[in-house]
């Protein structure tokens, strides 16, 4: 297992390449693999699971209101319009994602592979919550919640040598954009006006939330 990470990992850093303008400190140097025990790893801030194929990092409330165009973005991103932000690093998100063999898509595809389940977990005082990334988007017009469905591993790409994502801070995105990482495939994808915190399910601006993003259900064995 340790060989087989280290020689993936090699072969991705290779072709990948680092970004120099990061926003993220931890990319600082290159990306190592801890390895807790037989199924556990972690890359950075960043923790996986080769059984369950589970990523998992910290996040934090941005907004409970306003236009959104992303779900997470980088603390140094876009927060403006985004529902999320956290300090983890692109590169090492695409590189768990990679390793875990899911298989990004691009254009209008949405292969089994690259299809991905968001759910979000928090605490509210000694109770804890949990909820799709979709439950907490409300379309504006419909004035109901994002339709239940996949988010899609995008992957981005590689400009000048450098990953995008890491240059960005754009993580996962509701509204199409190509230096995303993970994007949402679903209606009105394209339209930037729609999209707000559902609200009264969106946590206070502020907290805690842990991410996980798992193989959409459907696609498990």
Same mark, same amino acid.
């Given at each position: 297992?340790?060989?087989?990470?280290?020689?993936?990992?090699?072969?991705?850093?290779?072709?990948?390449?680092?970004?120099?303008?990061?926003?993220?400190?931890?990319?600082?140097?290159?990306?190592?693999?801890?390895?807790?025990?037989?199924?556990?790893?972690?890359?950075?801030?960043?923790?996986?699971?080769s059984?369950?194929?589970?990523?998992?990092?910290?996040?934090?409330?941005?907004?409970?209101? *306003?236009?959104?165009?992303?779900?997470?973005?980088?603390?140094?991103?876009?927060?403006?319009?985004?529902?999320?932000y956290?300090?983890?690093?692109?590169?090492?998100?695409?590189?768990?994602?990679?390793?875990?063999?899911?298989?990004?898509?691009h254009?209008e595809?949405?292969?089994?592979?690259?299809?991905?389940?968001?759910s979000?977990?928090?605490?509210?005082?000694?109770?804890?919550?949990?909820?799709?990334?979709?439950?907490?988007?409300?379309?504006?017009?419909?004035?109901?919640a994002?339709?239940?469905?996949?988010?899609?591993?995008? *992957?981005?790409?590689?400009?000048?040598?450098?990953?995008?994502?890491?240059?960005? *801070?754009?993580?996962?995105?509701?509204?199409?954009?190509?230096?995303?990482?993970?994007?949402?495939? *679903?209606?009105?994808?394209?339209?930037?006006?729609?999209?707000?915190?559902?609200?009264?399910?969106?946590?206070?601006?502020?907290?805690?939330?842990?991410?996980?993003?798992?193989?959409?259900?459907?696609?498990?064995?």
């Open positions: 297992m340790r060989i087989w990470l280290t020689t993936l990992l090699l072969i991705f850093t290779a072709t990948l390449g680092v970004a120099e303008e990061e926003p993220a400190p931890e990319t600082d140097q290159k990306p190592s693999i801890e390895q807790i025990d037989a199924t556990h790893f972690k890359i950075g801030k960043i923790s996986f699971n059984k369950t194929r589970e990523i998992e990092f910290q996040t934090t409330v941005n907004m409970d209101e *306003g236009l959104l165009e992303f779900l997470l973005v980088h603390e140094n991103g876009k927060i403006h319009e985004s529902l999320l956290t300090d983890i690093s692109a590169t090492n998100l695409n590189i768990a994602l990679t390793l875990l063999h899911y298989k990004p898509t254009g595809t949405l292969e089994k592979a690259s299809r991905l389940q968001i979000l977990k928090w605490k509210e005082g000694d109770k804890e919550r949990t909820a799709t990334a979709n439950e907490l988007i409300q379309h504006s017009v419909k004035a109901s994002m339709p239940a469905g996949p988010w899609k591993y995008f *992957g981005s790409a590689v400009s000048n040598g450098k990953y995008l994502p890491q240059i960005t *801070g754009d993580l996962i995105a509701i509204y199409t954009t190509q230096s995303a990482i993970i994007t949402y495939p *679903g209606e009105s994808n394209d339209d930037d006006t729609v999209w707000f915190p559902y609200p009264k399910r969106v946590p206070a601006v502020g907290t805690p939330v842990t991410l996980i993003i798992s193989p959409y259900p459907e696609d498990k064995p």
